[in-house]
């Protein structure tokens, strides 16, 4: 299979054959899929007019490009099929529930609140939660977490709801957009002193667009003014058609700041989902969810709120969430009490992940952490070769020079590894808050608390050229040797401000360099020769340092700058021209000044560039 040279280039030709690359994948990723040398992949992709390196992600066109050039057929693997492949090797699946129906029980609607700005969606949330501090448990203190879950007594039964903490569709949709459906069931407040609006329509088009039924919260009847059957009307133009207009949808009117009729509110959310949706999921696997908020908490390290979707969460179990993983340390509700189980609708808080997960990722429990731990890390990198083919311009070879020759933006990549979260949050924060004007940019790519490892270093590389700073960390086995390797800069410091200093200076490095003179020789004026054409010539004794030909002179007399700005036009020694005199020898200097006197200095510099202060 030889192939006709491309621009020069051998390479194998595919003969259309069917090759799969993920999104964000490098030439070294392709090479290897054709077994390949990815020098020759980044000549040819030179030779199509790009200028890629070997190590960066490049775009889906130009991996199809490549791929046409070559005669291979090229599919690009989304990142969802990637992520069910890679669970489907580990022997994983998500989203489904195990077994048959008879595995299969009730759980409890999950709701998100959305509505217009100001129609009252964050104080309803309040209200229901403080209308229920849970049966008797007063004096929990209820904490933000990102989600609750409360019970309300319908025809004497006692039923859960659990609601999402983050109002408005801004939330559900960045969820949706995740592939996370979290939500079952909508409650649109509406003002009743203010009616449908902007964001009112909006809402209602996400609902329907996710196929989620609608509970609506007509709010602020306790205002002069309100008007809820205006409401009612209002929506039936949205396909929304109240019960008592014979229509299918509930409508409550509420005050969501006297708190006045929350429990009919979550009555009508217990009906809707009962009559319109089918909420079972089997309890009795390993559980499955999403991560719905996520932090890096000072003292707890990464916390995130999940919400179990199916199966039962327990402490001890090794989880993934997106690209973090870990163990349940410890698991508390909303109200700070600690749980050692979460069913399906339940949210809790989670400690013990090593990393922070992104809102909307999904998680599930796997057999082991070392399983937890090799997905995390597929995903993790996956991420990063996808956010990294997002921030990096494409560059044609033309765009490269030119951006290289004017120095135009410049940016300096940085990897933070600490030893405990705090650390590195607090370097994270203080490095964010240097200040070196626009030219310079400081982009902090990956954080994260734990030794130094090959993977950083690969991320550095990838990144072109990042520097990892280790805050009270060491580089594990290997990592070293690839930075040695790669050229990679790794920095360790035990104190932020010497770390913070030093970056600092990096960053004044980076920008565009200011010169100084710095003083080579001093030559003292002897004799002067009349030089037909050239003028006046100094006849010298070299005192310090060199005279270099073409290098910069003034004239110093008696201490005072005679002239300034001058060059070493001509330098001799004996009747030879040299390009250099040393301290202790004689010379004859030009300067292309003519006032010069005996006993007056030569003094010689160079313009060098001045380290930043
Ligand atoms: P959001 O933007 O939809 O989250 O609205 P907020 O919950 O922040 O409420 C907006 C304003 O309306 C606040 O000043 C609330 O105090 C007020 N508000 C909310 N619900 C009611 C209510 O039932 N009655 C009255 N009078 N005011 C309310």
């Given at each position: 299979?030889?192939?006709?040279?491309?621009g020069?280039?051998?390479?194998?030709?595919?003969n259309?054959?069917?090759?799969?690359?993920?999104?964000g994948?490098?030439?070294?990723?392709?090479?290897?899929?054709?077994?390949?040398?990815?020098?020759?992949?980044?000549?040819?992709?030179?030779?199509?007019?790009?200028?890629?390196?070997?190590?960066?992600s490049?775009?889906?066109?130009?991996?199809?490009?490549?791929?046409?050039?070559?005669?291979?057929?090229?599919?690009?693997?989304?990142?969802?099929?990637?992520?069910?492949?890679?669970?489907?090797?580990?022997?994983?699946?998500?989203?489904?529930?195990?077994?048959?129906?008879?595995?299969?029980?009730?759980?409890?609607?999950?709701?998100?609140?959305?509505?217009?700005?100001?129609?009252?969606?964050?104080?309803?949330?309040?209200?229901?939660?403080?209308?229920?501090?849970?049966?008797g448990e007063?004096?929990?203190?209820?904490?933000?977490?990102?989600?609750?879950?409360?019970?309300?007594?319908?025809?004497?039964?006692?039923?859960?709801?659990?609601?999402?903490?983050?109002?408005?569709?801004?939330?559900?949709?960045?969820?949706?957009?995740?592939?996370?459906?979290?939500?079952?069931?909508?409650?649109?407040?509406?003002?009743?002193?203010?009616?449908?609006?902007?964001?009112?329509?909006?809402?209602?088009?996400?609902a329907?667009?996710?196929?989620?039924?609608?509970?609506?919260?007509?709010?602020?009847?306790?205002?002069?003014?309100?008007?809820?059957?205006?409401?009612?009307?209002?929506?039936?133009?949205?396909?929304l058609?109240?019960?008592?207009?014979?229509?299918?949808?509930?409508?409550?009117?509420?005050?969501?700041?006297?708190?006045?009729?929350?429990?009919?509110?979550?009555?009508?959310i217990?009906?809707?989902?009962?009559?319109?949706?089918?909420?079972?999921?089997?309890?009795?696997?390993?559980?499955?969810?999403?991560?719905?908020?996520?932090?890096?908490?000072?003292?707890?390290?990464?916390?995130?709120?999940?919400?179990?979707?199916?199966?039962?969460?327990?402490?001890?179990?090794?989880?993934?969430?997106?690209?973090?993983?870990?163990?349940?340390?410890?698991?508390?509700?909303?109200?700070?009490?600690?749980v050692?189980?979460?069913?399906?609708?339940?949210?809790?808080?989670?400690?013990?992940?090593?990393?922070?997960?992104?809102?909307?990722d999904?998680?599930?429990?796997?057999?082991?952490?070392?399983?937890?731990?090799?997905?995390a890390?597929?995903?993790?990198?996956?991420?990063?070769?996808?956010?990294?083919?997002?921030?990096r311009?494409?560059?044609?070879?033309?765009?490269?020079?030119?951006?290289?020759?004017?120095?135009?933006?410049?940016?300096?990549?940085l990897?933070?590894?600490?030893?405990?979260?705090?650390s590195?949050?607090?370097?994270?924060?203080?490095?964010?808050?240097?200040?070196?004007?626009?030219?310079?940019?400081?982009?902090?790519i990956?954080?994260?608390?734990?030794?130094?490892?090959?993977?950083?270093?690969?991320?550095?590389?990838?990144?072109?050229?990042?520097?990892?700073?280790?805050?009270?960390?060491?580089?594990?086995?290997?990592?070293?040797?690839?930075?040695?390797?790669?050229?990679?800069?790794?920095?360790?410091?035990?104190?932020?401000?010497?770390?913070?200093?030093?970056?600092?200076?990096?960053?004044?490095?980076?920008?565009?360099?200011?010169?100084?003179?710095?003083?080579?020789?001093?030559?003292?004026?002897?004799?002067?020769?009349?030089?037909?054409?050239?003028?006046?010539?100094?006849?010298?004794?070299?005192q310090?340092?060199?005279?270099?030909?073409?290098?910069?002179?003034?004239?110093?007399?008696?201490?005072?700058?005679?002239?300034?700005?001058?060059?070493?036009?001509?330098?001799?020694?004996?009747?030879?021209?040299?390009?250099?005199?040393?301290?202790?020898?004689?010379?004859g200097?030009?300067?292309?000044?003519?006032?010069?006197?005996?006993?007056?200095?030569?003094?010689?510099?160079e313009?060098?560039?001045?380290?930043?202060?």
């Amino acid at each position: 299979m030889q192939a006709p040279a491309i621009g020069g280039v051998n390479a194998p030709r595919g003969n259309g054959k069917v090759i799969r690359l993920a999104q964000g994948a490098t030439l070294t990723d392709f090479a290897e899929k054709i077994g390949a040398n990815p020098a020759s992949l980044v000549a040819i992709m030179m030779h199509l007019g790009e200028m890629v390196t070997a190590t960066q992600s490049v775009t889906e066109e130009s991996l199809q490009l490549l791929g046409a050039e070559l005669d291979f057929n090229v599919q690009v693997v989304s990142p969802e099929d990637e992520d069910r492949e890679l669970l489907e090797s580990f022997d994983l699946e998500f989203g489904e529930d195990e077994g048959g129906e008879e595995h299969l029980a009730a759980r409890p609607p999950v709701v998100t609140v959305m509505g217009h700005v100001d129609h009252g969606k964050t104080k309803l949330l309040d209200a229901i939660r403080n209308a229920n501090v849970v049966a008797g448990e007063a004096g929990g203190i209820t904490q933000h977490i990102g989600a609750y879950q409360v019970a309300t007594e319908v025809d004497g039964e006692e039923r859960k709801i659990t609601f999402i903490d983050t109002p408005g569709h801004e939330a559900f949709s960045a969820m949706r957009a995740r592939g996370a459906e979290t939500t079952d069931l909508v409650v649109l407040v509406v003002a009743a002193d203010d009616g449908v609006k902007p964001q009112t329509t909006e809402a209602i088009d996400h609902a329907t667009a996710a196929g989620v039924p609608i509970v609506v919260a007509v709010n602020k009847i306790d205002k002069e003014g309100a008007d809820p059957t205006k409401v009612r009307a209002q929506l039936t133009e949205y396909g929304l058609v109240a019960e008592e207009f014979g229509g299918q949808t509930l409508f409550v009117d509420v005050s969501a700041k006297q708190g006045e009729n929350i429990e009919g509110l979550l009555e009508a959310i217990v009906l809707t989902a009962d009559a319109e949706l089918d909420l079972r999921a089997n309890p009795d696997q390993d559980a499955q969810g999403v991560a719905i908020e996520a932090h890096l908490d000072k003292g707890r390290g990464p916390v995130a709120t999940v919400l179990v979707q199916r199966g039962t969460l327990r402490i001890g179990d090794s989880i993934v969430a997106g690209g973090a993983h870990g163990r349940v340390r410890a698991m508390l509700d909303e109200n700070g009490e600690h749980v050692d189980e979460a069913t399906p609708s339940r949210p809790v808080l989670v400690l013990g992940l090593t990393a922070v997960p992104g809102a909307g990722d999904s998680f599930l429990v796997v057999e082991d952490d070392r399983m937890a731990r090799q997905i995390a890390d597929k995903r993790a990198a996956r991420k990063r070769n996808a956010e990294l083919l997002r921030s990096r311009p494409k560059h044609s070879l033309e765009e490269l020079f030119n951006e290289l020759s004017k120095g135009e933006r410049q940016e300096l990549l940085l990897i933070l590894k600490g030893d405990v979260s705090g650390s590195v949050e607090a370097l994270e924060d203080s490095l964010l808050k240097i200040d070196v004007g626009d030219e310079v940019n400081l982009r902090i790519i990956r954080r994260g608390v734990g030794a130094i490892t090959q993977d950083d270093v690969n991320l550095a590389v990838a990144s072109d050229g990042a520097v990892i700073i280790g805050f009270n960390v060491r580089p594990e086995r290997n990592a070293q040797e690839v930075a040695d390797r790669e050229g990679i800069d790794i920095r360790y410091y035990s104190v932020i401000y010497q770390a913070i200093e030093e970056v600092e200076a990096a960053l004044k490095g980076l920008l565009k360099p200011e010169f100084e003179q710095v003083q080579l020789g001093t030559a003292q004026i002897r004799a002067i020769f009349k030089v037909p054409k050239i003028g006046n010539i100094a006849g010298c004794m070299v005192q310090s340092g060199t005279v270099n030909r073409n290098s910069k002179a003034r004239l110093v007399r008696e201490g005072r700058v005679i002239a300034d700005n001058l060059t070493v036009s001509s330098l001799r020694r004996e009747k030879d021209d040299v390009t250099e005199v040393r301290e202790g020898f004689e010379c004859g200097i030009g300067i292309g000044y003519q006032d010069l006197k005996i006993d007056d200095v030569i003094e010689t510099f160079e313009m060098r560039e001045k380290p930043r202060s």
